[in-house]
């Protein structure tokens, strides 16, 4: 059995070798937002969606941890509103 652990675990490693050297891709909600700071100027991402509502903070956070978003400026007015822009990473990612 020891052999058989053995056996394994440079497959394993491998797995997550292979796996980690793919390409991170946004999800849907993800790649929405991201998209519509293509024809804005500046990449200019909204804050809020094609309904009114205000973007979710997870997708902003998520692609601000990704590189694919990055802070603009902080609103005077909201400073809990998170300005982003579409960085060049974000746009290697949509093509």
Do not use: Y
Not at 2 to 11: D, L
Not at 77 to 87: E, F, I, S
């Amino acid at each position: 059995m020891a052999q058989a652990t053995t056996a394994q675990k440079p497959a394993s490693r491998s797995r997550s070798t292979s796996s980690s050297s793919k390409t991170i891709k946004p999800t849907e909600p993800q790649r929405k937002w991201l998209e519509r700071g293509l024809s804005q100027p500046g990449g200019k991402l909204p804050l809020f969606d094609e309904n009114g509502r205000r973007v979710d903070g997870r997708i902003i956070q998520a692609c601000l941890d990704k590189g694919w978003a990055d802070h603009w400026f902080t609103n005077p007015l909201k400073p809990d509103w998170q300005v982003c822009k579409l960085t060049e990473a974000g746009r290697a990612v949509l093509n």
